[in-house]
């Protein structure tokens, strides 16, 4: 797919440092150990690649899961939703529209939530910026 937001793996690698391996390479951080797990401000979680929106705080719910989850994207648009057979499994992987980047995987298992949607992300594939007061 083409993005509107592309790089090198190279720009990639030399901009994104240590979350390069989360964002480009499809890793995944340990759970409970994310530092937007606990982010309880109101405000937009954004691509940690690009700045592009993704969710909005009052779509985050606490899943019980160590990673923050969310049960809706900001739009359909802003994630692209692709088939993950990696490990044995499949699953859905969740990336940016905007440039591709991994920010997690979709789980249809959150039946506490208006979707039934469990967004699963990686705290260090986004950014987190609070509503201005």
Known sequence: MNYPVTKTEDEWREELGHRYR???EAGT???WTGALLNEKRPGTYLCGACGAELFKSGAKF???SGWPSFFESVNPDA???KTDL??????????CATCGS???HLFDDA?????G???CMNSLSLEFEPESE
């Open 22 to 24: 989360i964002l480009r």
């Open 29 to 31: 951080e340990g759970a």
């Open 62 to 64: 606490d899943s019980g």
């Open 79 to 81: 994630v692209e939703l």
């Open 86 to 95: 990696s490990h044995g499994m499949k699953r859905t992987e969740v990336l």
């Open 102 to 104: 991994h920010l997690g």
């Open 111 to 115: 039946y506490q939530t208006p979707t």
């Open 117 to 119: 949607d469990r967004y």
